[in-house]
C-alpha cells in the first residue's frame, strides 16, 4: 500500500503542473490573501446594489407576455390611447336584495372613489354603481381603473388598500370585495412581497441543516455559507445593473429562482471541492498542495456542470415568452458568479482558516483509509453482481412512476386556481359571477381602423360569447389616434377560464374576417390565449435544444459517444418519472386543478442542467479511476469515492428548490416540488443505481470512440467484484 500511495502522490503532481497558475492563484500561500481582498472589494461595491434588484423588477404585463403575440400588440398600441390601466373592481352583494341605506352607502362611497388620486387610481374615470338588475338588486359594482405608469405595478397593492379604505369590508349579511384584475394583482403582490428574503431564509436554512448533517462540522458550514452568500450579492448586483443599463428584463419570477439556483448549486460545488480537499489532506502535509490538487482533480467536472447549468439556461433566451426568455440570462449570471465565487473565494477561505476549520472531525495527514466498507462501496459491489438485472428492473419501474404523466394537466390554471388559499380578489370574483356577466372588469380590448370600426364592432357584439350590450369607448380614451379606435367589450364567462379563452379566439377570427380593418384583439384573456400557445412552442423548440446541449458538453467531458447517450437516457427517464409522479401527489394529495403550461419546460431545464450535475460528478471519478484500473473497477471505485457527497448535494439542491412551496402559489409549489422530486430520483436512483449498474453491464465499450473503449478486458473488476482495498480510497471520514 505505501508504494501504491507514493506512486499516487508523484503522478498527479506532475498532471498538475499544466494548471498549476490558476491554482496557485486560488490557493497559494500570499495569493489568498489577494483572493479574499479581491473579493471583499467586490462585496464593498455590490452590497448596496443588491439590494435594489427589488426596485429594478419589472411586472408588468409585457414582461411576462410573448413579444409577438396580438396580445402584446394591442397591448402596446392601447398606450397610444390612454395610459395603460388595469381595473379594480368593486363587488357589493346581499342575496336577499340591498337595501335602500346600502344603496345609499355605495352611491357615496363612489363619489368618494371618484375624488381619489393617489398610487394611480383615477377616480374621475370610475364607472358605476352598476346594478344586476333595475328593481330590487342584489348585487352593485363600481371599477376603478389603475394606472400604470413606471412604478404602476407597485402601487396596485397600495391603490387597493386605498380603495378599501373607502368601502370597508362589509357585515351583516352584506358582502363587500375588491376583484378584478386590479384586486388580484394586488393579491399576487402581497404574494410576492418579501419573496426574495423568504427565499433566501429558507434556502439558507436548508443548507445550513444538511451542511451541519454532511460535515458534522459547525465551523465548516459558514464556509460556504459566506461563499454562496457572497455570490448571490455579486450575481444580484450584476443583474440590478444590467437591468437598469442594458434592458435585462427582471421579474419576481426571476429574481426568486436565481435566490435558490445561486445556493443550490454553489453548495452543490462546495461539497464536491470540499470532499475532494478532504481526501488530499489525507494525503499531503502541506494543505496547499492539497488544495491544488483537489482544484486540479474536481475543478473540471464543477466547471463542466457549471458549464451544463449556464447554457442551458441562455438556450431560454430562443424562447418566445418574455418571462421565460428574461430568465434565461439571469439564471445563467447566477451560476456563473456562483461557479466562480466557489473555484476561488471558497478554496482561498478553506486554506486560510487550515485544517481546524473540519473541527471536530478533523482530517489528519496519513489517517487510514476507511471508506472501503462504507455504504456506497458495498452498494457497488452488489450492484456489480447483476448489473444487467438491476438496470432492467430500475428502467422499468421508472417507467411505471412516468405512467401519472396521463394525470398531467399542464393547460394552464386560472385566478381562482393560482393561489394555495383564497385571497378576497378570487372570492369577489365568484360572487360578482353570480350576479354579472362573468368577464365584467376584465374585457375584451379590440383595436381596428377607424373606415371599419362600426363592422367590426357588429361583428364582436353578435359573436357568441360576448355580451352585445357592453361594446363600448372606455372612459378616459381618445375617441380616435391616427386613424385607429379602441373599444372593449364583456365576455359572458370568466375571464380566464377556458370558455373565455374559446371566446377569444371566434372574436379573433370574426374581426379578423372584415376587410381592410386590421383589426387585433388583446386583454387579460387574449394574453392567457397567447402565453398557452407561446409556451407551447417554447416547449416544442426548447427541450430538444437542452438536450443537444447537455449532450455536447458530456462528450467534450468524456471524449466518448455511448456514455453521454446512456447518461441523455437516464435523464429524460428520470424527468419522465418525476413528472408522473408529482401529477399523481398534484391530482390526489395536494388537489390542485392543473398546472401552468410552462410547467413541463421550467421542470425539464431544472431537472436536467441541475439533475445532470450529478452524473458528471460520477462519471469524471469512475473515468479517472478506468484509466489507472479498469472500467468495471473504476465504476464501484467511482461510486464508493463520490456517493456521500453526491447524496449530500442532492439533499441540499432539493431543499433549496422545495422552499419555493413556501410561497402561497401553486405554480411554485407544483416546480419546488417536481424539481426536489426529480433531484431526489436522480441522487438515490438514478446516478447510484441505473447509471452504475448500465455502466458495469457496458464495461468498457461506454468509452467509444477513445481509447478506453479498447483496454484490456482483464482489468481487476472484469467478472463485476473489485478488491476493496486497491480500489476504493478515501473520500471522507
Known sequence: MLGGRSARLVAPGVAMTGNRGIAHFVCGRRAKWVVLALWLVVLFLTAPLASKLTDAQDNDAASWLPGSAESTQVLQISEDFRPEQIPAVVVYARESGLTPQERAAIAADAAEIKQLTAHGIRGAETRGPVYDRQSDPRAAQILVPITMDEKGWEEIAPAVDSIRDVVGEGGDGLAVHITGPGGTSADFSEAFEGIDSTLLLSAMGVVIVMLLITYRSPTLLLVPLLSVVAALFTAQAFIYLLAEHAGLTVNGQSAGILTVLVFGAGTDYALLLVARYREELHRHEDRHEAMALALHRAGPAVIASGATVVLSMLVLLAAEMNSTRGLGPVAAIGVTVALLAMMTLFPALLVIFGRWIFWPVTPRFGAPDRIETGVWARTGRQ????????????????????????????????????????????????????????????????????????????????????????????????????????????????????????????????????????????????????????????????????????????????????APLLLIGTVILSFAAALGISALAFRHLFDYAGESTDFPLFVFVFLVALGIDYNIFLTTRIREEAAHRGTRAGVVTGLAATGAVITSAGLVLAGTFAALGTLPMVAFAEIGFAVALGVLLDTFIVRSVLVTSLFLDVGEKVWWPHSLSKADGADPGARGTARPAETVRQTND
Open 383 to 562: 450492484i456489480a453482481q447483476r448489473p444487467r438485472m438491476i438496470w432492467i428492473i430500475t428502467t422499468v419501474v421508472l417507467a411505471v412512476c412516468s405512467l401519472g404523466l396521463i394525470q398531467l394537466r399542464a393547460e394552464g390554471i386560472g385566478n381562482a386556481d393560482a393561489f394555495t388559499g383564497k385571497p378576497d380578489s378570487i372570492v369577489g370574483q365568484e360572487v360578482s359571477a353570480k350576479y354579472f356577466p362573468a368577464g365584467s372588469g376584465d374585457p375584451l380590448v379590440i383595436v381596428s381602423d377607424q373606415a371599419q370600426a362600426r363592422q367590426v364592432g357588429e361583428a364582436v357584439a353578435g359573436t357568441r360569447g360576448v355580451a352585445p350590450e357592453s361594446l363600448g369607448l372606455p372612459p378616459g380614451t381618445k375617441p380616435s389616434y391616427e386613424g385607429k379606435v379602441l373599444f372593449e367589450a364583456t365576455m359572458t364567462a370568466p375571464a380566464d377560464s377556458e370558455a373565455a379563452k374559446q371566446t377569444v379566439e371566434r372574436v379573433r377570427d370574426a374581426v379578423h374576417a372584415v376587410p381592410d380593418a386590421d383589426a387585433q384583439v388583446g386583454g387579460g384573456t387574449a394574453a392567457l390565449l397567447d402565453m398557452d400557445r407561446a409556451t407551447t412552442h417554447d416547449n416544442i423548440l426548447i427541450i430538444p435544444l437542452v438536450l443537444v446541449v447537455v449532450m455536447l458538453i458530456l462528450c467534450a467531458l468524456l471524449r466518448a459517444l455511448i
